[in-house]
C-alpha cells in the first residue's frame, strides 16, 4: 500500500502506546522518545516519514562563512527539502531557545509535510495551530534561536538524550501518549501485530464490558 493508505491505517486503528508494547516485545525496548516531547494541543497525532535534522548550540554568529557560521546554519535548507507525508524532526541541542515557530509550520505546510517533532521548544503558537499542522515539543517559549543555535547537518542518522536513534525514513506516530519510533527495517512486522493486538483488544473490551473478570479474559486472549 502507498504510504497515504499506510499513515491512514495507522490514524484510524492504532495509537503510540499499541505500537510501543509490540516493539518492547519484540525486544525494541528504546523506541518512545523523551516523555516531554509532547503534542502543542490535546488530541494532535503526528503520523509520517522520519527527516531527520541535527542541532547544536552556538554563541553569536559570524557573517560571511557559509553555512556553519550563518545564522541557523542548515535550517531552512532542512526545512526547504521537506517531501510529502515526512515529518521534520531534531535534536542535538540544549531546552533553551525555540526549535519551531509559526513560518516554518506555513512552509512545512505548503509542502505538504507530516507536521514536525522538535527536542526543545516552538514559539508562534497561535499561528502554529492555526495551520492545523501536528506539532510536538517540550512547548511554548519564545527565545529565538538565531543567536543560540543552528542545523548542522540534515537527512542523517540522530539520537536522542534517551538513546533513541531515528534514521531517514523511520516511521514517526505521535498522539496524546508520546511519540514513538518505528524502523523502517522492522515496520511491517510492527504493524501486523500492532493491527492483530488492536483487533484483539476491541474483542476484550467487548468482553470486559459485559461482565468478563481481567483474570479471565487475560487467560483466555493473553491481552491486558
Given amino acids: 500500500m502507498t504510504d497515504s493508505e499506510l499513515f491512514g491505517i495507522m490514524r484510524e486503528e492504532l495509537f ?9 516485545a519484540m525486544g525494541r525496548t528504546c523506541q518512545f522518545l523523551p516523555p516531554w516531547i509532547r503534542p502543542l494541543k490535546e488530541g494532535m497525532v503526528i503520523v509520517g516519514r522520519a527527516m531527520p535534522v541535527l542541532e ?9 562563512h557559509k553555512d ?6 542548515l535550517i531552512f535548507e532542512a526545512l526547504d527539502s521537506l517531501e ?3 515529518v521534520y524532526i531534531c535534536t542535538g541541542s540544549s531546552p533553551s531557545y525555540a526549535l519551531w515557530g509559526g513560518l516554518m509550520t506555513m512552509r512545512a505546510s505548503y509542502l505538504k509535510a507530516a507536521g514536525a517533532v522538535v527536542d526543545g521548544y516552538s514559539r508562534d ?10 506539532v510536538f515539543s517540550r512547548g511554548s517559549y519564545a527565545q529565538d534561536q538565531g ?15 534517551n538513546g533513541v536513534v531515528v534514521e531517514p525514513g523511520d516511521l514517526v506516530f505521535g498522539d496524546d501518549g508520546g511519540v514513538v519510533i518505528i524502523p523502517r527495517s522492522v515496520e511491517n512486522e510492527v504493524l501486523e501485530r500492532a493491527l492483530e493486538k488492536s483487533r484483539g483488544e476491541d474483542l476484550v473490551a467487548r468482553e470486559i464490558f459485559e461482565g468478563m473478570s ?11
Avoid at 503510540?16 to 518492547?24: K, R, S
Avoid at 556553519?68 to 546554519?73: C, Y
Avoid at 543567536?147 to 538524550?161: H, K, L, N, S
Wanted: charged share 30%.
Fill in 16 to 24: 503510540t502506546a499499541l505500537c510501543g508494547d509490540v516493539m518492547d
Fill in 56 to 64: 547544536a548550540d552556538c554563541y553569536g554568529t559570524r557573517v560571511g
Fill in 68 to 73: 556553519r557560521d550563518e545564522p541557523f546554519g
Fill in 84 to 86: 510529502e507525508g515526512e
Fill in 125 to 134: 503558537t497561535s499561528q502554529v495551530l492555526e495551520q492545523c499542522l501536528p
Fill in 147 to 161: 543567536q543560540r543555535g543552528r542545523a548542522v547537518d540534515y537527512r542523517c542518522p540522530i539520537r536522542f538524550t
Fill in 214 to 224: 481481567t483474570v479471565e479474559a487475560f487467560k483466555k486472549y493473553g491481552i491486558m
